[in-house]
């Protein structure tokens, strides 16, 4: 009866069981070479103490698997019959084939029903060469994502502020504008701070009245001006009318700042209030000495120890040049010393409504304790200016002191730069 062709899946076992049993055979072999060696450690240190288990695997099969069905002793008899092959016996030939096919039919047995380790073994592969080709070919070269894995890799929504950390420019200018924000809410404050902006109350004559008891009080005159009040760039100020004392501007104006050389404005006031203009002074070594202490870039009037000059001129020499040495000689001459004359200067100061001034010296330089502010230096202007000697004397372009046996030859020049090339001014 003609034996049936065997299918694909069995072509393939059958193709199978040809390589591994050809593969075994080679391993028996070399395995039973290897174990006739002898492995002595001290001997042969690059041989590992722990070898493989697979080098024992046949031993173990041996054991356990019957002597009727073990490959193990069905080889080594087909080796004693294959020598006896070499030597041409036909009887071995017909019997090396016929254990060839009986073995062949014992190998497949044992993978049909698994009954060894290797069966067992031999079985589970081509169980997973026959799911591996049954398996269906995938259409795409990756299986599809999970939902959670898309999400995760999905493009996040930006928030309004999410990036800017990356664009340096934006966020150094949203920086400053933060500050900005901070910082000119608490500058306005403080400048603001010593300033009461009142409703002027209106008198029958249109006069602005103050009724606030608050010396920092301030109005403004007049309040609904439609013009915008001009660009100021100082840390303070403030305007004044000089004839009615109405205040037309005011910008931080009882800021405590140096008056330098504008302190000479009290210094005038008194000695032309209580002086004789006419009266002679002499240098004499205390006026020397308080001179001698002044700053070495002074500006001065030149006078010296032994020379004798009349209280004008030195009231020209204060106006014109901002003479030190004019001021001192004319301190200690009214006040009898220069420490009195200061007292008398603040008491003045006091009497006028000069609140946030106080001097240190009649001349102006920078000493701890000397200071006044825009609003003072407004008072201490009109009322200087308001009397008629100071007046006269401040429209003054030039003065000449004539030599004589009692002093040297001066000429002097008003240095008021807006005196010469601001139209109006009439001193300062």
């Known amino acids: ?18 390589s591994y ?9 070399a395995t039973s070479r290897r174990a006739e060696r002898d492995y002595f450690d001290d001997e042969h240190p690059e041989v590992p103490s722990v070898r493989r288990a697979s080098l024992y695997l046949d031993q173990t099969e041996q054991s356990t698997v019957p002597e009727s069905s073990s490959p193990r002793s069905t080889r080594s008899r087909r080796r004693d019959e294959y020598d006896e092959m070499a030597h041409g016996s036909t009887q ?9 096919a009986a073995w062949e039919g014992e190998e497949d047995d044992e993978i049909a029903h698994g009954r060894t380790q290797r069966g067992r073994s031999r079985k589970l592969e081509e169980e997973d060469t026959v799911q591996h080709r049954q398996a269906p070919r995938l259409t795409s070269p990756l299986p ?15 928030g309004v502020f999410q990036g800017l950390h990356r664009n340096q420019t934006l966020l150094l200018v949203g920086i400053i504008l933060g500050l900005m ?14 300033i009461t902006l009142l409703r002027p109350k209106t008198a029958s004559n249109g006069t602005a009245v103050v009724t606030a ?3 920092h009080a301030i109005v403004i005159t007049p309040s609904d001006a439609d013009h915008p009040a001009p660009p100021v760039f100082a840390s303070s100020a403030y305007l004044m009318d000089v004839h009615s004392g109405a ?22 006031l008194l000695v032309a209030e209580h002086g004789n203009l006419d009266q002679k002074v002499t240098i004499s070594g205390t006026i020397e000495h308080d001179i001698n202490g002044l700053s070495a870039d002074s500006s001065l009037m030149g006078i010296k120890k032994g020379e004798t000059y009349t209280m004008r001129d030195l009231l020209y020499g204060a106006m014109l040049v901002s003479g030190n040495d004019a001021a001192t000689a004319m301190a200690d001459t009214v006040g009898g010393s220069e420490q009195n004359f200061v007292n008398m200067m603040n008491q003045r100061a006091h009497a006028l409504g000069m609140n946030d001034t106080h001097y240190m010296n009649p001349h102006g330089l920078l000493m701890p304790g000397h200071y006044s502010c825009a609003h003072d230096l407004a008072i201490i202007g009109r009322a200087a200016f308001s009397n008629s000697t100071l007046s006269q004397m401040s429209t003054t372009k ?14 002097l020049i008003n240095d008021d730069q807006f005196f010469w090339w601001y139209p109006g001014v009439d001193g300062g």
């Not at 030039?398 to 000429?411: C, E, L, V």
């Open 213 to 215: 008891k608050d010396p």
């Open 398 to 411: 030039s003065y000449h002191i004539t030599a004589n046996r009692q002093h040297a030859d001066h000429y």
């Open 144 to 158: 599809p994502a999970h939902p959670r894995v898309q999400t995760r890799y999905a493009q996040p929504r930006r």
């Open 181 to 194: 924000l901070i910082i000119i809410p608490i500058v306005a404050h403080t400048s603001q701070q010593h």
């Open 21 to 29: 049993r050809s593969s075994r055979r080679l391993r028996n072999t």
């Open 92 to 100: 071995a030939r017909q019997g090396l084939a016929d254990d060839d």
């Open 1 to 18: 009866m003609p034996k049936k062709p065997p299918q694909d899946d069995e072509q393939a076992i059958s193709d199978d069981s040809s």
């Open 247 to 268: 205040t037309l501007y005011a910008a931080n104006p009882f800021e405590h700042l140096p008056m330098l050389s504008t302190t000479k404005l009290m210094t005038m």
